[in-house]
């Protein structure tokens, strides 16, 4: 059946097309091009004005000098302080807790959902994004009462600041969950596990030495979000009297706000540089680089 509709809606048969394909012209690829290229530099513009220049004034206000000149002391007093640097010493040593006991807590435990109840993934997922909906606050007024009885009878422990690692697993659990289901849903999990148990493997040694190098990039991330997490929280850490990275740099801000910008400065370069050299240095980040390369269509 032939007719105008036909015709007009059929292009010709080309090489690279096909009789039903046709090439749209030079104009329009031209003009979707620089729409395109011009929406990316308005893109990179609003992130430049949102993210680096708040850097470039925290900078420009912590390099501040006598007579108007420029140094870094501010930077260099860092060290004068000894409360700041057991603040960070504290956070550090924090987030090395929360790291180890979210993956410990959480690593084993969406595997072997995904392995043998896959039923109960929506529940883990459920409790896992449950502290997104409840306040800091109301966390600390919850457990509050635990952490004074801990303090009251199980002494140095009880009142050391090494116990806010329990809280902040709780929190980090809705980062480092989507962040490790990423890289679970990247395998094949369960397929994994039927091969390593079939060749005479236990569910330990299935665990660790099979999967998770295979999830090894969703794990990085994971502690990268459960150590920024831990270095930004104030808000129990005020509540509960511990001296904590932000909790210091407050104090010292209504004593020396010059250092205390400059402490900013620095942890948020640590949290940039930790973050790229997860990025650039992660299991499988040249592969992903390559193949979308090779995948980007020729224009």
């Not at 096909?18 to 090439?23: E, F």
């Not at 690593?107 to 072997?112: E, F, G, I, S, Y």
């Not at 205390?260 to 948020?268: D, H, K, R």
Request: hydrophobic fraction near 50%; include cysteine.
């Amino acid at each position: 059946m032939s007719g105008p509709s036909t015709s007009m809606g059929l292009g010709a048969a080309t090489p690279d097309g096909g009789a039903l394909l046709s090439r749209p012209p030079k104009g329009r690829r031209r003009r979707r091009s620089r729409l395109q290229l011009g929406s990316r530099i308005a893109i990179l513009v609003l992130i430049f004005g949102y993210l680096i220049l708040p850097l470039f004034a925290m900078l420009e206000f912590s390099s501040r000098g006598d007579y108007g000149a420029r140094n870094l002391q501010n930077f260099q007093a860092i060290l004068d302080y000894p409360d700041l640097v057991d603040g960070i010493v504290t956070s550090l040593e924090i987030a090395v807790l929360t790291v180890v006991g979210m993956l410990v807590l959480l690593v084993p435990t969406m595997v072997w959902t995904v392995i043998r109840v896959p039923r109960m993934r929506r529940v883990v997922e459920f409790l896992c994004l449950l502290p997104l909906a409840i306040p800091a606050i109301v966390i600390v007024v919850g457990i509050a009462p635990m952490y004074q009885w801990m303090g009251r009878h199980l002494g140095v422990f009880g009142g050391s600041p090494l116990t806010l690692a329990f809280i902040d697993i709780i929190l980090v659990l809705p980062y480092a969950y989507r962040a490790i289901d990423s890289g679970i849903r990247m395998v094949d999990v369960a397929t994994l596990a039927d091969a390593a148990r079939s060749l005479g493997a236990g569910w330990p040694r299935t665990i660790f030495q099979v999967i998770v190098p295979n999830i090894r990039g969703g794990i990085l991330s994971a502690s990268v979000l459960a150590v920024a997490l831990v270095l930004g929280e104030f808000t129990i850490s005020q509540l509960l009297s511990f001296r904590t990275l932000q909790v210091v740099i407050y104090l010292l801000g209504k004593r020396d706000p010059y250092v205390s910008v400059a402490v900013s400065l620095s942890a948020l370069v640590f949290a940039f540089i930790l973050l790229y050299v997860i990025a650039r240095f992660a299991p499988g980040a040249g592969e992903r680089s390559r193949r979308g390369v090779e995948e980007e269509p020729a224009t």
